[in-house]
């Protein structure tokens, strides 16, 4: 069909086509020690703090860059955390770092999952988690699907919130950003969790303390 029939059926029917902007590469080579694939594609927890993965995605807004650091749950899909900023810097992930540590109890063991971003091969990075006793898992040089469960929340964040609303400033955004996270984590239901939003289904499954 000619592409300009296309054009003017879609505009009849006002639909719009969105071309998801191009994955940020945190990946410079090896920069610093990797670890191996503990997590392995085992995507499921049987509890809270068992099972995290973390990563960085991209922004342009007002000819500016923002760079998004956050921390999923694997138990729930929950947003534990995150960090912003307008440089892909350590203090970006340090931070996020200290914000997860908070939501950890002596008797957590967690697992943090990663892609081989410079930032998850510095030494710093992996003493703060060996001082916790985290166990380091990375993901296979260029291999996105062992890190699947946080590309498909940033597919799904940009989609219903990144491409269909409009900012007046990079205040706006970060405002909105933090909004459309609070709504994520506490009113999206999904299936796999029995119709309920991430929180709702901790707060269900976990017994009252």
């Known amino acids: 069909m000619n592409h300009k029939k296309i054009q003017r059926v879609m505009k009849e029917l006002g639909l ?3 071309v998801r902007i191009k994955k940020y590469r945190s990946y410079k080579g090896t920069v610093g020690k990797t670890a191996p694939n503990v997590l392995d594609r085992e995507f499921k927890a049987e509890k809270p703090n068992e099972k995290s993965v973390t990563d960085f995605t991209e922004f342009k ?12 749950d694997l138990f ?5 955390t995150y960090t912003i900023g307008s440089r892909p810097t350590y203090s970006l992930v340090s931070e996020m770092l200290e914000k997860a540590f908070k939501r950890l109890s ?23 988690l060996k001082e916790r006793g ?13 890190n699947a469960v946080m590309e498909y929340f940033f597919g799904i964040m940009k989609s219903e919130f990144l491409y269909f609303k409009e900012f007046e400033s990079i ?4 405002l909105e950003l933090a909004k459309y996270i609070e709504y994520y984590n506490n ?3 999904k299936a796999k969790l029995k119709g309920m939003s991430p929180i709702q289904f ?3 499954t976990q017994p009252a303390a």
């Open 76 to 80: 729930n899909g929950e947003i534990i």
């Open 61 to 72: 807004l007002f000819g500016e860059k923002l760079y998004l650091s956050p921390v999923l």
């Open 134 to 146: 985290i166990t380091q898992s990375l993901s296979r040089k260029g291999n996105c699907y062992d």
């Open 106 to 128: 002596e008797d957590d063991e967690l697992l943090m999952h990663s892609d081989q971003g410079w930032h998850y091969q510095m030494k710093q990075y992996r003493h703060a």
């Open 171 to 174: 205040d706006h955004f970060k």
């Open 16 to 18: 719009k086509c969105f």
């Open 202 to 204: 901790r707060t269900h």
């Open 187 to 189: 009113k999206r239901i």
